[in-house]
């Protein structure tokens, strides 16, 4: 189903030394990193405020990520 809210908040926590990216699509195919949090080592946080059909992790090296997601009016 597609996310019809463009108000969508999230933040990262690391355990270990992961390198991590957010990324998000339109139609679950073709993926786009987000515009802050990529090629991450750190805690992070960012936001979407343009609709988004799905988001997931990209890991370029192994270790823990937690993503915490809340949307607007949920």
Known sequence: ???QSS??????T????PTYTVQHSYDGVAW???STV???TVDAEGVY???IAAMRLLF???????MTVLQAGQ
């Open 1 to 3: 189903a597609t996310n």
């Open 7 to 12: 108000n969508i908040g999230f933040g990262c």
């Open 14 to 17: 690391i355990t270990d030394t």
């Open 32 to 34: 786009f990193n987000h």
């Open 38 to 40: 990529a090629s991450k």
């Open 49 to 51: 405020t343009s609709p």
């Open 60 to 66: 370029a090296a192994a270790g823990g990520v937690k």
